[in-house]
């Protein structure tokens, strides 16, 4: 490529660049919910979700990167990734309310937005039944609608423990239940304990088979056939991208497991399975199902 | 070339270096231009001279106006531009310390140490007792990047400096070394973390200057300015430098002592920059070659114009990345590496032949 | 006046110099000679301060080794036999590396009489790495001479440390190169050269010391120095020095060179 082939090159990356960039600005007023009384920021796949579960999604104005159930959320303008919110980005949208899961960041943001005035609820998290009680509550009460949390928390409570009871009272051999985050180049990361995974697996009555471990973490491939899975739990990401099943099978790492000989994968969509919000008791009862039959 | 006589009314040709030295003051009226853009492009669209007409009719700032003006764009337009300043600067220093129009701060350790500094923040800072992480709070990771680099560059100075003379050829190889280990490190500091401390490590590797705040300013700001003013009086040295270390010698610059100074300067600068803003890349290699190019490698007007041209830079970056994918933004980073690669090939390209590495 | 007194230089494992002794002064070109690594250059580095040695080496009656590095350049200015160019500076820039902070005006002025002085002045605007490497060495001496301008400056000489000046030029530079020596010398400033070249050596030194193996074979002027039975010795070939070589076969004397005068 010659110089000024180069030259060329870059005139016109930089120009078109420039263009979006001023483009972009000038599209500032971003696709405003024109609803009254919308103005709330919610962060967090299983808050948004739960909002909608309390007939507010009228009042969302925005939501994260993660917030992509039900599908009205994802027709809202995107924040991005919750530890790394733009402070004007968010003022932009214009909240008076932010709810979030933990963790939302960077810390120097959160302090900005106080200093706005701009209400911030903290959702706590956790993963079982009263945790999520806990944060349909504290949503409910944000949203100044406390009968609605209260219906929807009676609701979804019961539902989840009985779920869990029919699973914990089944006679028979406990399935050793393998979730992979993720087997990009063939490398498999886990779910340990301590995580959600392991909590839906448990609730559904299966054995995690990853031990040993907290947290999602890389396995050897040697580790992965130790821990002679019987079935493998995957997220469903709704693509083309998802790993088929002879390919995952044909991994060295999980070829020889039990879960191989059977061809034993189960999918399920992502945050359904890990959100902890009002929809767990499906997909708790989803995974049983696939595991157990019936 | 004109000779002196052809020219009635003028004293002396103009050479090179005055038309640098008039750069400076092209390149600050540039810098107080973008800066004023900056101020007023946001994702709220808040215009600057709204707020002048508001304050000029004795009207109060909303709230929200006010937190915007002072808490989100002011801060970050001087984080902008003493980041933007300490890396450009610290390049143009070690492009010429090193002879080699490809070094970088990077090179004395500053990034990679910092990084490894910021990595064990981040991923056992959770360890630390609850005392000590009130006391730091959220500056526990910058705080941990800027000893970071300076260990490491404590550590590769001592490496290659012997009977009083430093190698700068040693220091280049351990730096290299010095990389590696510190990757294996993070490696297995990485292996430790989970979801959330990978993303924030992630996030902290493509830069941001989302976490400016004026107490950062206050801390970092002394630092990198003291540190540029102090490199600014080395361009004679690094003049004298390019033409090999026996020949400054023999032109009465004192060697080892300017070594020292630029290699304090840098890590100072830079170290700073790196701890609060994360790894922004290409301003410090892009900037000092493109005015090497427009106005000749002369360091005495090189290293100031380095710093303006940074800083007005980094802030036109930063403007990017705020407002084109509104209301999320760009790690600056980012912004950086797409605007700076190109460029830098060019560069590159235009350059084969005349520059011998 | 340069006095080196008992110069010794330990090189890695190899003893360089032993106890080498000398004296230059000013008004008068002073040029080492000797075989290849006879300590030539060695001698040189350690009088301009690049080399640790024993022994004691001093220059107007101060040690060098109590001297700063800026009052040294001061002194005296050193040509290296190469010079390798890290940035694309211009000719008139790399002139004005070693000059002290003064006004412009004065930089301006040294630097053109300077580039003249090596007949350059036409490429004072170009990038010096487009030169050849002769044209390269001839700024570097422009350079050197920039930097030491005047040969006696409040009554002190001041000195010309020349290592291989014209090893890579032309015939005609060669000379030139010898006779802008002879001109600092004569002006009062001192001139010593380490030289390959011992034709260019017997016309231009007014003393010549002779190296080899690290000491000091013989000091004194050409025709005392430069006989057939000390170079022999010396260069441990047989050399005749003086007489013409046999019928027929081509040789050329610098001596018999006519040179247009500047």
């Known amino acids: 490529m010659t110089g000024k082939a180069c030259a060329v090159f870059n005139a016109v990356w930089i120009a078109a660049f420039g263009t979006w960039m001023a483009w972009s600005a000038s599209a500032e007023q971003l696709v405003s919910v024109d609803t009254p009384h919308a103005e709330v920021l919610s962060i967090g796949s299983e808050v948004t979700e739960i909002v909608y579960a309390l007939g507010q999604g009228h009042r969302l104005l925005a939501r994260d990167s993660t917030s992509t159930w039900p599908e009205a959320a994802r027709a809202l303008p995107d924040v991005g990734y919750m530890r790394a919110l733009s402070p004007e980005g968010v003022l932009s949208v214009g909240p008076s309310l932010i709810l979030s899961s933990e963790g939302a960041g960077p810390p120097e943001t959160i302090e900005v937005l106080r200093a706005a005035d701009i209400d911030i609820v903290e959702v706590s998290g956790g993963f079982d039944a009263e945790a999520i009680a806990v944060k349909i509550r504290t949503i409910g009460a944000a949203l100044d609608v406390p009968d609605k949390a209260e219906a929807l928390a009676q609701e979804v409570t019961p539902a989840l423990e009985q779920v869990v009871a029919r699973a914990e009272a089944r006679d028979g051999e406990r399935k050793r239940v393998l979730f992979i985050l993720s087997a990009a180049g063939g490398k498999l990361t886990v779910g340990g304990r301590n995580t959600g995974a392991d909590a839906v697996i448990r609730m559904a009555g299966g054995v995690n088979a990853a031990e040993g471990f907290d947290g999602y973490k890389a396995l050897t491939d040697e580790a992965a056939s130790v821990a002679a899975p019987d079935v493998i739990l995957m997220m469903d990401r709704g693509g083309a991208h998802d790993l088929s099943a002879e390919a995952l099978f044909a991994l060295p790492a999980l070829a020889i497991t039990p879960a191989a000989e059977t061809r034993s994968l189960i999918r399920i969509d992502g945050l359904k399975l890990l959100g902890f919000g009002p929809r767990t008791a499906a997909a708790v009862s989803e995974l049983n199902a696939a595991l157990y039959g019936g | 070339m004109v000779a002196m006589t052809d020219m009635p009314g003028r004293t002396r040709p103009r050479s090179r270096l005055d038309r640098a030295r008039q750069l400076h003051l092209l390149l600050a009226a540039f810098l107080a231009l973008v800066a004023l853009a900056s101020l007023n492009v946001g994702a709220t669209g808040f215009s600057l001279l709204d707020v002048l007409a508001k304050v000029l009719r004795g009207e109060a700032l909303s709230r929200t106006e006010a937190v915007v003006l002072w808490d989100i764009r002011l801060p970050r337009l001087a984080m902008g531009l003493v980041v933007g300043a300490a890396l450009a600067t610290s390049g143009a220093v070690m492009q010429g310390l090193f002879r080699n129009p490809l070094a970088d701060p990077g090179i004395v350790g500053v990034t990679s140490g910092g990084m490894l500094g910021a990595i064990l923040a981040i991923v056992l800072g959770g360890a630390l007792p609850s005392s000590l992480l009130a006391l730091t709070g959220g500056y526990l990771v910058p705080c941990a990047a800027f000893l970071g680099s300076w260990a490491t560059t404590i550590l590769l100075y001592r490496v290659s400096t012997r009977a009083g003379r430093t190698s700068v050829a040693t220091m280049l190889l351990a730096g290299i070394a010095f990389t590696a280990l510190a990757g294996a490190l993070a490696g297995v500091l990485i292996y430790k973390a989970d979801d959330q401390q990978l993303r924030d490590l992630t996030f902290w590797n493509m830069g941001s200057l989302a976490g400016a705040s004026w107490a950062k300013l206050a801390t970092a700001a002394p630092i990198i300015l003291t540190a540029i003013a102090g490199a600014l009086f080395l361009g004679r040295g690094l003049n004298g430098l390019a033409l090999g270390e026996a020949t400054a010698h023999h032109i009465g610059i004192p060697v080892q002592r300017m070594k020292n100074g630029a290699i304090l300067a840098v890590a100072a600068a830079s170290g700073a920059a790196v701890a609060v803003s994360g790894g922004i890349g290409f301003v410090g290699i892009v900037v000092p070659h493109l005015l090497r190019l427009i106005t000749g490698p002369d360091h005495r007007a090189l290293l100031l114009n380095s710093a303006l041209l940074g800083a007005a830079l980094l802030v036109a970056a930063d403007m990017i990345a705020r407002v084109v994918i509104v209301p999320a933004e760009l790690p600056i980073g980012i912004v950086t590496a797409v605007l700076g690669a190109p460029v830098f090939l060019w560069i590159l390209l235009r350059q084969r032949g005349v520059v011998d590495l | ?262």
């Open chain 3, 1 to 262: 006046m340069l006095i080196v007194e008992n110069l010794s230089v330990t090189l890695g494992y190899k003893r360089a110099l032993t106890g080498l002794s000398l004296t230059a002064r000013p008004g008068a070109i002073t040029c080492i000679v000797g075989p290849n690594g006879s300590g030539k250059t060695t001698c040189l580095r350690a009088m301009t301060g690049d080399l640790a040695y024993t022994g004691r080496i001093t220059l107007g009656g101060r040690d060098i080794a109590a001297l700063k590095p800026w009052e040294l350049a001061a002194l005296r200015g050193v040509l290296p036999q190469a010079s390798a160019l890290a940035f694309p500076f211009t000719v008139s820039e790399v002139v004005q590396i070693g000059l002290h902070n003064g006004t412009s005006g004065d930089h301006d002025e040294i630097t053109r009489a300077a580039l003249a002085r090596v007949d350059l002045l036409r490429f004072a605007d170009r990038a010096y790495q487009e030169l050849s490497g002769g044209e390269q060495q001839r700024v570097q001496l422009a350079r050197v001479l920039a930097q030491v301008w005047e040969p006696v400056s409040e009554g002190t000489p001041r000195w010309l440390f020349l290592d291989e000046p014209v090893s890579a030029l032309d015939i005609a530079h060669q000379l030139q190169v010898m006779r802008i020596a002879r001109d600092f010398a004569a002006a009062g400033g001192g001139v010593l050269a380490v030289m390959h070249d011992l034709n260019l050596t017997a016309m231009y030194a007014d003393k010549v010391v002779l190296l080899a193996e690290g000491t000091c074979l013989a000091a004194g002027t050409p025709s005392e120095v430069m006989t057939s039975q000390t170079l022999s010795r010396a260069y441990g070939c047989a050399l005749t020095v003086g007489r013409t070589p046999p019928p027929g076969t081509p040789f050329l004397l610098p001596h018999l060179a006519a040179v247009a005068a500047e």
